[in-house]
């Protein structure tokens, strides 16, 4: 295995992709290297699992105005020119996957979670923890990104928890086709149901809120104790941020970690598709007498009459009603935000057309 596929590098030889294959050639210089950490300051990359170093970073990212999409974050491969103090980065290669949510706040704005994963991990504790709402908001935000997702239940071993019947509850997310694996997460053997998406070159972050046992897991995956634990508050099993940011980490098995801090909002960024994730209740839509149908009072609705015959599940149909409210709340200022950039750039260049005509082209 070389050091690049042993930091998640996805090709076995050359970059077969187009984009990629693009990119490089068109810096001869520089090599590719992996953004392991994310800061304020900059960023910490890495060309084998042994060594990583903080290269300096293209001068856009540095500006207040520059998306934060349009940064690099953890999973992200870029291209390097220099050494030690010298180093640079010189490109962003395209990405073939990304985890995003909408920023807090009143302003449109994307955050990127990480970048190039093939599979999540959305960890989720057999506590107060549980909770299949979170769920399902998760594996929005992850079909939207091209992610594969796993829901891995920790703390099976814990009094009172109850595998089947978490399973149970979660009979719809296993009807999309999302694996759930329940683990002990202080469990070698336990957590090695989770080695089929573990293998060579593969990439898995972790996604869940604190006190879920995402360190903990880490650090049983990694054999040692890489990742700081806390124990849960008493009383409501509420975690502590005992991960304060992203960072990527190689495994034995040749698959790259990723942990990160615990997300209590969860906001869609207008780009997901709700009917994809509830391929289920949109089935069953289609029987609707109106095909805008809003689930509420119209009559000849077949999603509720579906909800009175017990069909389906009335707290996964309220998300999915309360999330595409939410998706299309996002979508409208998406658009709007879209629209307010074209029309910067559209004014831009009649700005610059007036001044080249009054003063002439430099």
Same mark, same amino acid.
């Given at each position: 295995m070389t050091p690049l596929r042993a930091i998640g590098w996805p090709y076995a030889g050359p970059p077969t992709d187009p984009a990629w294959a693009?990119?490089?050639?068109?810096?001869?210089?520089? !090599?590719?290297?992996?953004?392991?950490?994310?800061?304020?300051?900059?960023?910490?990359?890495?060309?084998?699992?042994?060594?990583?170093?903080?290269?300096?970073?293209?001068?856009?990212?540095?500006? +207040?105005?520059?998306?934060?999409e349009?940064?690099?974050?953890?999973?992200?491969?870029?291209?390097v020119e220099g050494a030690g103090n010298s180093a640079r980065i010189v490109a962003l290669l395209p990405r073939f996957s990304a985890i995003k949510r909408g920023a807090a706040g009143e302003?449109?704005?994307?955050?990127?979670i990480a970048a190039n994963i093939d599979t999540a991990f959305v960890v989720c504790g057999l506590d107060a923890d549980f909770n299949p709402r979170r769920i399902e908001r998760y594996l929005l935000l992850l079909t939207q990104g091209g992610v594969g997702a796993v829901v891995v239940l920790t703390k099976a071993d814990k009094d009172g928890a109850d595998p089947d019947d978490a399973m149970r509850t979660l009979s719809a997310t296993l009807a999309q086709g999302v694996p759930v694996v329940a683990v002990n997460a202080k469990d070698r053997d336990s957590v090695d149901a989770l080695s089929g998406w573990l293998g060579e070159g593969c990439s898995v972050v972790l996604v869940g809120s604190s006190g879920a046992g995402k360190s903990t897991l880490s650090n049983t995956l990694l054999g040692i104790d890489r990742m700081k634990t806390a124990a849960v508050r008493a009383g409501d099993d509420r975690g502590r941020h005992t991960t304060t940011h992203r960072a990527l980490l190689a495994m034995?098995?040749?698959?790259?970690?990723?942990?990160?801090p615990g997300m209590r909002e969860l906001k869609p960024t207008g780009e997901e598709d709700v009917?994809?994730?509830?391929?289920?209740?949109?089935?069953?839509?289609?029987?609707? !007498?109106?095909?805008?149908c809003k689930h509420a009072q119209e009559p000849g609705c077949a999603v509720r009459a579906a909800l009175e015959r017990g069909e389906l599940d009335a707290g996964?149909?309220?998300?999915?009603?309360?999330?595409?409210?939410?998706?299309?709340? +996002?979508?409208?200022?998406?658009a709007a935000r879209l629209a307010q950039k074209s029309n910067a750039r559209v004014q831009g260049k009649a700005l610059n057309k007036r001044l080249d005509e009054k003063y002439g082209k430099h």
């Open positions: 693009q990119a490089i050639s068109a810096h001869p210089h520089a !090599r590719p290297a992996r953004v392991t950490e994310q800061h304020r300051s900059g960023y910490v990359v890495a060309e084998s699992p042994d060594e990583s170093y903080s290269p300096e970073s293209l001068p856009d990212w540095q500006r +207040a105005k520059c998306p934060p349009q940064r690099p974050a953890v999973g992200d491969w870029v291209l302003h449109y704005r994307q955050q990127l034995p098995s040749g698959a790259c970690l990723i942990d990160t009917a994809e994730s509830f391929a289920d209740i949109e089935a069953i839509a289609e029987g609707c !007498r109106f095909r805008d996964r149909v309220g998300n999915f009603l309360k999330l595409r409210d939410e998706v299309a709340v +996002a979508s409208s200022q998406l």
